[in-house]
Every structure is written in structure tokens, then in C-alpha cells.
């Protein structure tokens, strides 16, 4: 049975940082695409960065994905924080090798963490 529990979500000041933790078990973490998607209110859901199987991280602006294969672990940095960066923050797991932007492409989400960017 597939799992991606989130943590690290929080009350961060702007300008600050946080580190997400997405823990996957169920299957061949190494094997598959994964990706950060998020959520804010009224919303529509949108895609963070991703990163690729075979890879050890991804950088999309202030935010850098990276992976312990050996530990099923998939990471979220986020520097710099703003406002706007408020939202619950979900990782999901590709169907392939690769990511995309695209929701389709993902078979599995966790159960999302909130981050809340306030001063």
C-alpha cells in the first residue's frame, strides 16, 4: 500500500525558511518521478518543482527538491519565503521515471502540510 506522509509545515516570518519532508514507503521509491505541488485558498492547485528518479535534486527558484532514495525520503527547501507562499504543500508520486506538471501524471498524494508565510 503506497504512503507519502508530509511534515516540517509551519508558521514561517517572510524572508524565513522551512524544510518539508515527504516519507514514502509502499514502493520502489528510487524507481519513480516525484513532485511538491501546493494549494492555496481559492486556488487552484499547482506544481512546486519536481524531480526525476535518477536525480538528486531539482532547484526551481527559492525552492530546491531533493531525495534520499536510501532512506525513501523526498525534501523541500524554501528560502526566502513570502506571503504568497502560504498554502498546503503536497507531494505526489509520478507514474514514471520522470515529472510533470501535469496532475495525471501523478498516482499517489500525501495528505498535505500547511506552511503559512506571516508576519
Known amino acids: 500500500q503506497v504512503e507519502l506522509v508530509e511534515s516540517g509545515g509551519g508558521l514561517v516570518q517572510p524572508g524565513g525558511s522551512l524544510r518539508l519532508s515527504c516519507a514514502a514507503s509502499?514502493?520502489?521509491?528510487?524507481?519513480?518521478?516525484m513532485g511538491w505541488f501546493r494549494q492555496a485558498p481559492g486556488k487552484e492547485r499547482e506544481l512546486v518543482v519536481g524531480?526525476?528518479?535518477t536525480a538528486r535534486a531539482s532547484v526551481k527558484g527559492r525552492f530546491t527538491t531533493s531525495r534520499d532514495n536510501a532512506k525513501n525520503t523526498l525534501y523541500l527547501q524554501m528560502n526566502n519565503l513570502q506571503l504568497e507562499d502560504t498554502a498546503v504543500y503536497y507531494c505526489?508520486?509520478?507514474?514514471?521515471?520522470?515529472?510533470?506538471?501535469?496532475?495525471?501524471?501523478?498516482?499517489?498524494w500525501g495528505q498535505g502540510t500547511q506552511v503559512t508565510v506571516s508576519s
Open positions: 505526489a508520486k509520478s507514474r514514471v521515471l520522470g515529472w510533470s506538471p501535469r496532475f495525471d501524471a501523478y498516482d499517489y
Open positions: 509502499g514502493f520502489t521509491f528510487g524507481n519513480y518521478g
Open positions: 524531480i526525476s528518479s
